[in-house]
């Protein structure tokens, strides 16, 4: 089955340094990678939109400037959290999609902790 | 507001007990999933349905989706502890893209041994 792979699982970083969050797909080529946010005992919120070789689309409220997001290319997809506070604290959560799979694949999340 | 709204929040029940989550919208959707997420980890999908009146049955679990593609519900026959967990539906509204999957608020279900 179609697999995406996140890394890291989990990151310890101090306020104003910035963090890379790594979301490949393994067994196939996804044309579209979703970055989510999620708070404890909550449901997904969508960050953003990614396709590869263009610019991703930011849902309203989303910073683009404060969490970057490249798609390089079909199996790669990177979040950067830039200057990141406590606040920032949060699970992040990638998918990827593709036709070839009919679906969204998960990847299994980043802890994030901004001290 | 919410586009596709998911009820109830949170349920608490005993092991052997029955049990549905609904999720309703005033739009129609292409197809929609239900996830079950564990603390820490990704969503994964249990099943995708995508023909208006479509049932599926996965073991103990029951999903159907409404005749106008507008609301989906899971029912879970006897609950187990292992059932425990975040439970998500998700539609997409967009037939031919795979675009991006609008969410329920979530249920977080506690069965008790």
């Known amino acids: 089955g179609a697999v995406v792979s996140q890394h890291p699982s989990w990151v310890i970083c101090k306020s104003g340094t910035s963090v890379k969050i790594e979301c490949r797909s393994l067994?196939?080529?996804?044309?579209?990678m979703f970055w989510y946010r999620q708070f404890p005992k909550q449901s997904l919120m969508l960050m953003a939109t990614s396709n590869e070789g263009s610019k991703a689309t930011y849902e309203q409220g989303v910073e683009k400037d404060k969490f970057l997001i490249n798609h390089a290319s079909l199996t790669l997809s990177t979040l950067t959290v830039t200057s990141a506070h406590p606040e920032d604290s949060s699970f992040y959560i990638c998918s990827a999609s593709s036709p070839r799979i009919y679906g969204y694949t998960f990847g299994s999340g980043t802890r994030l902790t901004v001290v | 507001t919410q586009l596709l709204e998911q009820s109830p929040q949170f349920l608490s029940i005993q092991e052997g007990e029955n049990l549905t989550v609904y999720c309703n919208s005033s739009s129609v959707f292409s197809s929609l999933q239900w996830y079950r997420q564990e603390p820490g980890e990704g969503p994964v999908l249990l099943v995708t349905?995508?023909?208006?009146?479509e049932v599926k049955k996965l073991k103990r679990l029951t999903f159907q989706f409404g005749d106008a593609r507008k609301d989906s519900s899971l029912h879970i026959t006897a609950a187990q502890p292992g059932d425990t967990g975040l439970y998500l539906c998700?539609?997409?509204?967009?037939?031919?893209?795979?675009?991006?999957?609008?969410f329920g608020q979530g249920t977080i279900l506690t069965v008790h041994p």
């Open positions: 998700a539609g997409a509204l967009d037939p031919t893209s795979y675009g991006k999957l609008t």
């Open positions: 349905v995508v023909t208006g009146g």
């Open positions: 067994d196939f080529q996804a044309t579209t």
